[in-house]
């Protein structure tokens, strides 16, 4: 048996208990997503709900500016981040949709994933989205 296993991270269970199920509401459609277990997370559940006006950025992600800088207690210095992630990037207090892989930078910090990848890369211009706790 694997130390995953025995302290439960092998058990899907387990790790949809460490997830909180968000939902991202785009002029009628709705796009579920989870956010992780980390101090930058949680410090956004703590902000919702939040309607965000998002825009393209680098032909890659939907970025929306976040009222109030989220904690970045014990998560590290930079990431990358695969489409369908939500990360939060912090010199720009922005919170990010991922819908193409971006390679390492300092500053990114990822904290959830979301489900439909084409209602938010297919979205253009500035669009208005509402986030709230449950799917």
């Known amino acids: 048996m694997t130390l995953a296993a025995i302290i ?3 058990n899907p269970a387990t790790a949809e208990a460490t997830s909180t199920p968000i939902s991202i509401r ?3 459609t709705t796009v ?3 956010l992780s277990e980390n101090a930058t997370a949680r410090s956004l559940i703590d902000q919702l709900p939040l309607t965000l006006s998002f ?4 032909g890659q992600e939907k970025l ?7 904690s970045l207690d014990g ?3 930079g990431d990358d981040a695969d489409p369908l992630t939500i990360g939060y990037y912090a010199p720009g207090q922005a919170l990010v ?5 971006v390679g390492y930078f300092r500053g990114i910090v990822r904290i959830g994933t979301f489900d439909d990848l084409a ?3 297919d979205r253009s211009g500035r669009f208005t989205a509402t986030l709230s706790l449950g799917a």
Not at 55 to 58: A, K, L, Q, R, T
Request: proline share 10%; aromatic share 10%.
């Open 75 to 77: 998560v590290p210095a």
């Open 26 to 28: 785009i002029d009628g």
């Open 64 to 70: 929306a500016e976040l009222p109030d800088p989220l």
């Open 97 to 101: 949709l991922y819908y193409e892989h």
């Open 8 to 10: 439960g991270e092998d």
């Open 32 to 34: 579920t997503g989870t």
């Open 55 to 58: 825009s393209d950025y680098g």
């Open 119 to 121: 209602a938010i890369r």
